[in-house]
């Protein structure tokens, strides 16, 4: 149906064909000429029964302050904010604000969270069936994390600062990409999942999770796209108890993983580990780990690529520090729990991530609540069996037996001393 203008010049639609047919028959046109009254476009696609400024803001940029608007104006919006570049949604956004920029942009962008979470999905209803629902608290703190990038920066020209603010809150710009989608009534599957599936059940009493959905919002937009999908919990204090071993049973051989911790002064932090975790002396992982905050504040905290101590586990090692580790170095760990389970630290200044403050209300922390959550598709299961004609080495099958022997540098030797198959008759 025709072009949409931009700073940049012009740029064909990307909206597709069959989604302007769905929303002129909604509005009730027969063309991009035909004029759309304020009244018409809040009745027919039901923003009325809305408790949220957001869509009139939207009318008013598509209107500019005149009492009807085109079609064309419309699909320009939608196509420029959905379909397109950040740059093309940021000259609708920066309409949608007013001076002064920075305070508007807190409350708008306040607003389109709250919105966002007003909608149904599939995902959205699994967390809500289980008790996992947005708080006004968190939606704040995600707002003032979003709102310290824009903070950051400096640009006389509004259009070209909100552009690199879209680019730098890709979490900002999905969720108004999904708002919008909502309220025209679009069904593109060009919209990321930005709530994962969950895939388990929750216990109801006393509380589901430590998370809401905002935390949930935040963590999944940090983690590899492949893993954004579905998260399930593996392991729990309230349900499980204050139980290492009962935590390594839960948490090891299960591919990426989440550690949320609660300190019994309110803070809550975590990190994300990329790879299973297994018992031995040596770090693992790898850049794609991160740490992060929750409260009362929200921050993630990115590989810096000075060293690879990403993922540490340790247990009933007498030589080496028994626990689990993430970032730092042994003794200084960005985030530590004891295997003396109930205690931990967390060292400001770990080099292995950006700028890492003391997660922790205090260096040393107790456990208040913890939670290891698996992301993403279940890994395949290693076979421990025999059918495949390779009988497996209890160098493979017991992880704390072939730690031992990399304890005292002898692993390597052993790696070639394996059982020898019995032979089949």
């Known amino acids: 149906m025709g072009n949409a203008d931009s700073k940049q010049g012009k740029t064909a639609r990307r909206i597709p064909a069959d989604e302007v047919r769905a929303l002129a028959s909604c509005l009730g046109v027969k063309s991009e000429s035909d004029s759309l009254s304020e009244e018409k476009v809040f009745k027919n696609l039901s923003w009325k029964e809305i408790a949220n400024p957001v869509p009139l803001k939207l009318w008013k940029s598509i209107s500019r302050g005149l009492p009807h608007a085109k079609f064309s104006n419309i699909l320009d919006l939608v196509d420029a904010v959905i379909y397109q570049d950040p740059g093309y949604a940021s000259k609708y956004l920066v ?71 879209l680019q730098r809150e890709p979490l900002l710009y999905a969720v108004q990409r999904s708002v ?15 709530i994962p599936l969950l895939t388990c059940q929750l216990s109801p009493k006393p509380k589901p999770t430590i998370l809401d959905i905002y935390d949930i919002m935040f ?19 309230r349900i499980h108890g204050l139980s290492f071993t009962s935590m390594l049973g839960k948490m090891m051989n299960k591919g990426p993983t989440l550690l949320i911790i609660e300190d019994t002064k309110g803070h809550v932090f975590g990190g994300f580990a990329s790879d299973s975790w297994r018992l031995g002396p040596k770090f693992i992982g790898n850049g794609k780990c991160f740490l992060f905050k929750l409260h009362p504040f929200m921050a993630a905290y990115t590989a810096t ?53 003391t997660l922790s209300a205090e260096k040393e922390y107790t456990i208040e609540h913890l939670e290891i959550w698996a992301v993403g598709p279940p890994p395949k299961e290693d076979s421990d069996d025999e059918t495949d004609g390779n009988k497996r080495s209890i160098l493979d099958k017991d992880s704390g037996a072939k730690a031992m022997l990399e304890m005292i540098d002898r692993g390597h030797h052993s790696e070639g001393l394996r059982e020898v198959p019995e032979e089949t008759y």
């Not at 919008?180 to 930005?194: V, Y």
Request: hydrophobic letters at 35%.
């Open 305 to 357: 690529g000075y060293n690879e101590h990403h993922m540490y586990l340790n247990h009933q090692q007498q030589t080496m520090p028994n626990g689990l580790g993430m970032g730092g170095q042994l003794g200084h760990f960005g985030i530590w729990i004891d295997a003396d389970f109930g205690k931990g630290h967390s060292s400001e200044g770990c080099s292995t991530y950006q700028r890492v403050p």
């Open 219 to 237: 963590i999944n937009n940090s983690l590899p796209h492949d893993l954004q999908s579905e998260w399930s919990l593996l392991f729990s204090t």
């Open 95 to 165: 309409n949608l604000l007013e001076a002064p920029l920075l305070d508007s942009a807190a409350v708008y962008t306040l607003h389109l969270l709250k919105l966002f979470n007003t909608f149904h999905t599939a995902a959205r209803d699994s967390w809500q069936r289980n008790g996992v629902n947005p708080s006004d608290e968190t939606a704040q703190l995600l707002t003032d994390k979003m709102i310290q990038s824009l903070h950051s920066l400096t640009n006389d020209d509004n259009e070209e600062l909100i552009m690199s603010w």
């Open 180 to 194: 919008l989608c909502s309220l025209f009534k679009l069904s593109s599957s060009s919209i990321p999942d930005i």
